[in-house]
């Protein structure tokens, strides 16, 4: 490994783990994944990526969670993680939550504004599409 990734604070057993990927900056995690983070033994597992940012940068405030900026969940560079809390951790991500809430209109291409959205369930949903859907139930019950 190229010396300037060394970081004495880490063990070498740490370092021998690591790959570094050139064109993207991630530091490839190599050893065992569980839900594809890395995982290093210190007197009891971690995940490599929360040691690799406590050592180098800090202590992860209460409350917060490390989020990969990378999008690479096997990286341990300190450099692509930040302390967010969960609910922007989850938004960034690929989920369909995180889908959800990055659109701006409903599927019929109502926009989702403070006017035209109802909120239920940590949900948003169309007023537009809702009174189409009333209005069309009604006049089918009418007949």
């Known amino acids: 490994m190229n010396a300037q990734f060394l970081d004495e604070r880490l063990p070498d057993r740490f370092w021998r783990k690591v790959s570094p990927e ?3 900056g991630c530091w490839i995690w190599t050893a065992t994944l569980r839900s594809g983070y890395g995982r290093f ?4 597992l971690r995940t ?13 405030p209460d409350g917060l969670e490390l989020d990969h900026l990378c999008r690479t969940r096997c990286c341990v560079n300190p450099a692509h993680l930040e302390a967010v809390t969960r609910t922007v951790n989850m938004r960034r991500g690929g989920s369909p939550i995180a889908q ?5 209109q409903c599927s ?6 403070d006017v035209n959205t ?13 009174k189409r859907s009333i209005a069309t139930y009604k006049s089918k019950e009418a007949v």
């Open 41 to 44: 033994w210190e007197g009891h």
């Open 48 to 60: 490599a990526h929360r040691l690799a940012y406590e050592t180098m940068v800090g202590t992860v």
């Open 100 to 104: 959800h809430h990055a659109k701006t």
């Open 118 to 130: 109802y909120r239920w369930r940590k949900r948003r949903y169309c007023k537009a599409c809702i």
């Open 108 to 113: 019929n291409g109502h926009a989702f504004d």
């Open 22 to 24: 050139p064109m993207s």
